[in-house]
């Protein structure tokens, strides 16, 4: 849960910024409050999903020789 709650913070303080420079670049408006959920669902599924594929591989045990 806390490891959820992390990338939640992180992705909404990253999309913050990123979504300051590229307004900023653009010379569109900023919107804050879009920018840091887009960057947080993304970063969340991001994450999850290479969760999914990344697993540690399992030990090898004297049976499976």
Known sequence: MA???TILFWGFIYGE???????????SPFEPLQSGLIAMVGGFIAVNCLL??????????KTDK
Not at 53 to 59: A, D, G, I, L, Q
């Open 52 to 61: 999914a594929f990344v697993k540690s591989p399992k030990k090898a045990t």
């Open 3 to 5: 490891k959820q709650l």
């Open 17 to 27: 910024v990123i979504g300051y420079v590229l307004s900023a670049l653009s010379g």
